[in-house]
Protein backbone atom coordinates (compact mmCIF):
# COMPACT_ATOMS: atom_id res chain seq x y z
CA UNK A 1 0.00 0.00 0.00
CA UNK A 2 1.31 3.50 -0.94
CA UNK A 3 -0.28 6.85 -0.29
CA UNK A 4 0.49 9.74 -1.47
CA UNK A 5 -0.37 13.14 0.30
CA UNK A 6 -0.29 16.98 -1.28
CA UNK A 7 -1.94 19.96 -1.28
CA UNK A 8 0.49 21.40 1.44
CA UNK A 9 2.05 24.84 1.48
CA UNK A 10 1.91 28.19 2.66
CA UNK A 11 -1.17 30.14 3.74
CA UNK A 12 -1.69 33.12 5.23
CA UNK A 13 -3.01 33.28 8.96
CA UNK A 14 -6.88 33.11 8.30
CA UNK A 15 -6.77 30.94 5.13
CA UNK A 16 -7.37 28.01 3.88
CA UNK A 17 -5.49 24.77 2.13
CA UNK A 18 -7.02 21.13 1.29
CA UNK A 19 -4.69 18.38 1.61
CA UNK A 20 -5.37 15.51 -0.56
CA UNK A 21 -3.97 11.56 0.39
CA UNK A 22 -4.83 9.10 -2.28
CA UNK A 23 -3.96 5.35 -1.77
CA UNK A 24 -2.69 2.87 -4.29
CA UNK A 25 -2.00 -0.78 -4.12
CA UNK A 26 -3.56 -4.47 -3.20
CA UNK A 27 -6.23 -3.99 -0.54
CA UNK A 28 -10.02 -4.34 -0.57
CA UNK A 29 -11.07 -1.37 1.40
CA UNK A 30 -9.47 0.91 3.97
CA UNK A 31 -11.23 0.70 7.61
CA UNK A 32 -9.68 4.32 8.81
CA UNK A 33 -8.41 6.81 7.32
CA UNK A 34 -6.68 9.85 9.37
CA UNK A 35 -4.48 12.58 9.25
CA UNK A 36 -1.41 13.63 11.75
CA UNK A 37 0.62 16.63 12.46
CA UNK A 38 4.25 16.81 13.38
CA UNK A 39 5.56 20.13 14.54
CA UNK A 40 9.38 21.12 14.56
CA UNK A 41 10.13 19.91 18.38
CA UNK A 42 6.89 18.40 19.34
CA UNK A 43 5.30 14.94 19.43
CA UNK A 44 3.50 13.36 16.08
CA UNK A 45 -0.67 14.44 16.85
CA UNK A 46 -3.49 13.35 15.59
CA UNK A 47 -5.80 15.97 13.92
CA UNK A 48 -8.86 14.63 12.22
CA UNK A 49 -9.89 10.67 11.09
CA UNK A 50 -12.65 8.98 9.61
CA UNK A 51 -14.04 5.75 9.14
CA UNK A 52 -15.19 3.87 6.88
CA UNK A 53 -18.70 4.79 7.79
CA UNK A 54 -18.39 8.28 7.29
CA UNK A 55 -18.26 8.58 11.36
CA UNK A 56 -15.28 11.50 12.15
CA UNK A 57 -13.15 13.03 15.14
CA UNK A 58 -11.05 15.68 15.56
CA UNK A 59 -8.40 17.10 17.68
CA UNK A 60 -9.75 19.87 20.09
CA UNK A 61 -7.51 22.42 18.31
CA UNK A 62 -8.83 22.09 14.99
CA UNK A 63 -12.73 21.99 15.78
CA UNK A 64 -14.91 23.18 13.75
CA UNK A 65 -12.18 24.98 11.46
CA UNK A 66 -11.05 21.54 9.65
CA UNK A 67 -12.84 18.89 7.76
CA UNK A 68 -12.36 15.56 7.17
CA UNK A 69 -13.85 13.83 4.05
CA UNK A 70 -13.11 10.61 1.92
CA UNK A 71 -13.69 9.28 -1.58
CA UNK A 72 -13.92 5.60 -1.24
CA UNK A 73 -14.65 4.46 -4.77
CA UNK A 74 -10.91 6.65 -5.33
CA UNK A 75 -9.27 5.47 -1.99
CA UNK A 76 -8.71 8.87 -1.34
CA UNK A 77 -9.09 11.38 1.62
CA UNK A 78 -8.78 15.00 2.11
CA UNK A 79 -8.66 17.42 4.83
CA UNK A 80 -10.06 20.65 4.26
CA UNK A 81 -8.47 23.12 6.65
CA UNK A 82 -9.77 26.74 6.98
CA UNK A 83 -9.04 29.88 9.25
CA UNK A 84 -5.48 28.66 9.36
CA UNK A 85 -3.24 29.79 12.32
CA UNK A 86 0.55 30.18 12.69
CA UNK A 87 -0.03 26.94 15.29
CA UNK A 88 -1.40 24.92 12.43
CA UNK A 89 2.32 25.01 10.99
CA UNK A 90 3.84 21.00 10.97
CA UNK A 91 4.31 18.57 8.46
CA UNK A 92 1.21 16.69 8.11
CA UNK A 93 1.17 13.09 7.47
CA UNK A 94 -1.65 10.99 5.87
CA UNK A 95 -2.74 7.58 8.15
CA UNK A 96 -4.69 4.64 6.46
CA UNK A 97 -5.72 1.50 8.05
CA UNK A 98 -6.73 -1.68 6.61
CA UNK A 99 -7.38 -4.68 8.51
CA UNK A 100 -4.60 -4.63 11.30
CA UNK A 101 -2.09 -3.45 9.40
CA UNK A 102 -1.19 0.78 9.35
CA UNK A 103 0.39 2.70 6.66
CA UNK A 104 1.73 6.49 6.49
CA UNK A 105 1.80 8.63 3.58
CA UNK A 106 5.01 11.51 3.39
CA UNK A 107 4.58 14.02 5.11
CA UNK A 108 3.78 17.31 3.44
CA UNK A 109 4.59 20.95 4.68
CA UNK A 110 2.11 23.24 5.75
CA UNK A 111 2.96 26.61 6.83
CA UNK A 112 1.00 29.21 8.08
CA UNK A 113 3.02 32.65 8.17
CA UNK A 114 2.10 36.49 7.30
Known amino acids: VQLQASGGGLAQPGGSLKLSCAAS????????MGWYRQAPGKQRELVALITSDSSSAYADSVKGRFAISRDNAKNSGFLQMNSLKPEDTAVYYC?????????WGQGTQVTVSS
Open 25 to 32: GSFFSINV
Open 95 to 103: YVAITDQGY
